[in-house]
């Protein structure tokens, strides 16, 4: 059973034309993580929600928006693509943010830029 | 500042043969360590994880990982590797940060190993 589910799983967009990824989860999860992935390259963490706060990582270009509506669901807002925001786009959920806590992945959108 | 190598890019071994994949970490207390995996074009999947207690831990597919504090390794191993368990391997640890605001309590990543599991 899938329990991060990200949609779509491949978006080609035109350079400028804004795209949105989604990210849903049936974990109930507290945290939601949207990270950046770049051909075979660790990922690189964007920003993060618990529950309504939301949380930007100090080098995320300001050209990326996150929404969350509520619990499930979390956007993922480019406004205005660049060919170098080509990239693999990895939502995450963690139950806690406390250190231990798993983060669970899920399968990516793939996004190509022309 | 936490930081994790994983200091081979590749590692390649005969199916059958032990595999391991190396990692070493670096932050300014406790660690709390992490192993995932990467399938070509999909995302992480979890393997195991280090909190506390027992150095040695077991995790999903046969997979398990030996931490050593002396040496701040956390390597993952597996007795008898298979053609599928090709994939790209990303060792993670977490820093101490409680405050939810803050950059603190981020997972940072190594660069990730490439295992190939020939024939």
């Known amino acids: 059973d899938a329990m991060v589910i990200q949609n779509p799983r491949y978006q080609v967009t035109q350079f400028g034309k804004p795209v949105t990824l989604s990210c849903s989860q049936t974990l109930n999860h507290n945290v939601m993580y949207w990270y950046q992935q770049k051909s075979s390259q660790a990922p690189k963490l964007l920003f993060h929600y618990y529950d309504k706060d939301f949380n930007n990582e100090a080098d995320t270009p300001d050209n990326f928006q996150s929404r969350r509506p509520n619990t499930s669901f979390c956007f993922l807002d480019i406004r205005s693509p660049g060919l170098g925001d080509a990239a693999m786009y990895l939502c995450?959920?963690?139950?806690?943010?406390?250190?231990?806590?798993?983060?669970?992945f899920g399968p990516g959108t793939r996004l190509l830029v022309l | 500042a936490q930081s994790v190598a994983q200091p081979e890019d590749q590692v390649n071994v005969a199916e059958g043969n032990p595999l391991t994949v190396k990692c070493t970490y670096s932050v300014s207390g406790n660690p709390y360590l992490f192993w995932y995996v990467q399938y070509p074009n999909r995302g992480l999947q979890f393997l195991l994880k280090y909190i506390t207690g027992d150095n040695l831990v077991k995790g999903s597919y046969g997979f398990e990982a030996e931490f050593n504090k002396s040496q701040t390794s956390f390597h993952l191993k597996k007795p008898s590797a298979l053609v599928s368990d090709s994939a790209l391997y990303f060792c993670a640890v977490r820093d101490l940060g409680l405050d939810r605001g803050s950059t603190l309590g981020r997972l940072y990543f190594g660069r990730g190993t490439q295992l190939t599991v020939w024939p």
């Open positions: 995450a959920t963690s139950r806690e943010w406390a250190q231990g806590e798993t983060q669970y």
